[in-house]
């Protein structure tokens, strides 16, 4: 079952320059600039972008990750970006003493890993494109490319059945079931935030928490609920419309590491597509997925 675009990897992106069509910046955008400011403050802790290597995949085609890490003047000792899409570095980079690599038009599943090892990676708005074996295939592969210590990061929509999902997404994975399955893959969960929630999904946290509530009042005083929806999420990721994950590769969790259940021990569907079904309908066969 394809999207409703007809595709099973869905190559549309999300650029600035929609952003400025609309006269104002959307909470998708906003969302995405502080998933890119949240790495940079992570790599500008004890100066950890001087040694970094960074793997992005689906970098887009402005590498927004890029450019914002070389115009905060932390640009890495190696960054290689991943992009399904067609495309040359921009031109910005041209002129300047910090080059990206640049892997486009390519499937990340097909592409070897080289000498080079990266102890960060990113795969931001990437896994609701492509059908579920496709998003597993992937969580498969990057490891390959990783360092045993390396952090990777995760962001894409938590779906809700009764929301539905973007049509230009192939598959939106529920809170729960991305969770499990992170873990399932081998990936241990070091933290979760929300990137940006409905006011509806979490305002019966804010009855219950007298400082929560009046911070709300005040900055909704101010801020309308597009810009709200980003600042409040990170404290509900289980309440969120999108979570970012930060991640470590370890390759088999015990159950006390384990925040989430089993993938097969979830009742509720997982995603939007109905190709969730091919990996849940026995036992055997998610662990053939998953482990293979």
């Given amino acids: 079952?394809?999207?409703?675009?007809?595709?099973?990897?869905?190559?549309?992106?999300?650029?600035?320059?929609?952003?400025?069509?609309?006269?104002?910046?959307?909470?998708?955008?906003?969302?995405?600039?502080?998933?890119?400011?949240?790495?940079?403050?992570?790599?500008?802790?004890?100066?950890?972008?001087?040694?970094?290597?960074?793997?992005d995949v689906g970098c887009g085609k402005d590498m927004p990750l890029a450019r914002m890490l070389m115009t905060m003047r932390m640009a890495p000792m190696h960054y290689l970006g991943i992009e399904y899409n067609k495309m040359e570095v921009p031109e910005m980079f041209k002129n300047t003493k910090f080059k990206p690599n640049l892997i486009s038009g390519k499937d990340f599943c097909t592409i070897t890993g080289g000498e080079s090892l990266y102890n960060y990676s990113t795969c931001f708005e990437v896994l609701e494109h492509v059908e579920p074996l496709k998003a597993i295939e992937i969580?498969?592969?990057?490891?390959?490319?990783?360092?045993?210590?390396?952090?990777?990061?995760?962001?894409?929509p938590c779906w809700d059945e009764k929301v539905g999902a973007a049509n230009n997404h192939v598959n939106e994975m529920s809170y729960e079931a991305f969770g499990s399955l992170l873990e399932e893959m081998g990936y241990k969960i070091l933290n979760k935030w929300g990137t940006f929630a409905s006011l509806k999904d979490y305002k019966h946290k804010l009855l219950h928490n007298l400082d929560w509530n009046i911070m709300f009042t005040k900055l909704s005083g101010y801020y309308d609920t597009n810009y709200l929806s980003t600042l409040f999420a990170p404290m509900f990721p289980e309440h969120s419309r999108n979570c970012l994950w930060e991640t470590q590769y370890v390759g088999k969790l015990t159950l006390e590491?384990?925040?989430?259940?089993?993938?097969?021990?979830?009742?509720?569907?997982?995603?939007?597509?109905?190709?969730?079904?091919?990996?849940?309908?026995?036992?055997?066969?998610?662990?053939?997925?998953?482990?293979?």
């Fill in 139 to 156: 969580l498969q592969h990057l490891p390959k490319f990783l360092t045993e210590d390396s952090v990777s990061w995760f962001s894409t």
């Fill in 257 to 292: 590491e384990r925040q989430f259940p089993l993938i097969t021990k979830i009742e509720k569907r997982l995603g939007s597509s109905e190709r969730w079904r091919d990996i849940t309908k026995c036992v055997d066969c998610v662990r053939d997925y998953i482990k293979t």
């Fill in 1 to 55: 079952m394809a999207n409703a675009r007809g595709k099973e990897i869905d190559n549309t992106h999300l650029s600035i320059d929609q952003a400025n069509e609309r006269g104002f910046i959307h909470r998708d955008y906003i969302a995405h600039c502080l998933r890119w400011t949240h790495v940079a403050k992570y790599l500008n802790l004890k100066a950890r972008y001087k040694t970094a290597n960074i793997i």
